[in-house]
């Protein structure tokens, strides 16, 4: 054998113990590049659980054991209000475990009517707000007027955070985080009615629980919080006290009026 051969056998030689050892490197980085993945899949399906518990508690006597009491039927409106917004919380339900269980393409494809279904929401929950403060005016009330803006600034925020979910939808970081907070934002109503919650800004505060949970999760997984909650969770934040000046003053009052007349 003469030198060149020597020469070309040690070059193959380290050619050979470089990709062994980046085969090697790959198989043992795999797992822990799959952690925060596989947690952020079982948050994200956590969280969805969470979600619906805290409706079931909050409107169990209202809606879903309505049938157990002794009170009036629902009106059709608030029957099709109650259908769709717990069809929402189980498609996202229904989303995360399909995205746990690697079946994006039907994740994709569900998104499709996840959009659809959003968008029926908004106008529902603006109409099943308007028919509440309706109701609280024939009873005699006056708070209605006031307390008419909180729902009406939750679709709002819905809808907000849900087209910038549709429009994130290709940055999956972005997308899931955006739905989440649109999800706090639906089940605030649902917290309200949880008995030691005294108001609609104090159900408003803890609804920020589930976002604080979101940011949590980033900074033990990614060591950085995802601007979406930084920024989400400040605007769910503040509307709250500004939503309740606004409805004190007589500018919102009387359009309130002329909604509920």
Not at 26 to 31: D, E, F, N, R, W
Not at 46 to 66: D, E, I, K, Q, S
Not at 71 to 99: A, D, E, K
């Amino acid at each position: 054998m003469d030198r060149s051969d020597e020469l070309a056998d040690v070059v193959n030689g380290l050619i050979e113990e470089g990709e062994a050892f980046r085969r090697v490197r790959a198989v043992s980085a795999s797992p822990a590049r799959s952690r925060p993945a596989r947690g952020a899949r079982v948050f994200h399906a956590g969280m969805a659980v969470a979600f619906l518990l805290t409706t079931f508690a909050g409107f169990a006597p209202t809606y879903f054991l309505r049938g157990l009491s002794d009170r009036p039927p629902l009106s059709p409106l608030l029957h099709v209000h109650g259908l769709v917004f717990t069809s929402w919380l189980l498609l996202l339900l229904t989303q995360t475990v399909l995205v746990a269980r690697y079946r994006v393409d039907w994740h994709r494809r569900l998104g499709i009517a996840g959009a659809v279904l959003a968008a029926v929401m908004v106008p529902l929950g603006i109409m099943a707000g308007i028919a509440g403060a309706r109701h609280g005016i024939i009873t005699g009330g006056s708070e209605p007027l006031v307390f008419l803006i909180f729902p009406l600034g939750q679709m709002v925020l819905f809808a907000a955070f849900v087209g910038a979910a549709v429009w994130k939808r290709r940055q999956p970081e972005s997308h899931r985080r955006l739905i989440l907070l649109s999800t706090a934002v639906v089940v605030t109503p649902a917290i309200s009615r949880i008995p030691f919650v005294p108001n609609p800004i104090a159900a408003l505060g803890l609804s920020t629980l589930f976002v604080a949970a979101g940011i949590v999760h980033d900074w033990r997984s990614r060591g950085r919080v995802h601007p979406v909650y930084i920024w989400g969770g400040l605007i769910i934040l503040v509307s709250g006290p500004v939503r309740f000046a606004l409805g004190q003053t007589g500018a919102w009052q009387a359009f309130a009026r002329l909604l509920v007349e």
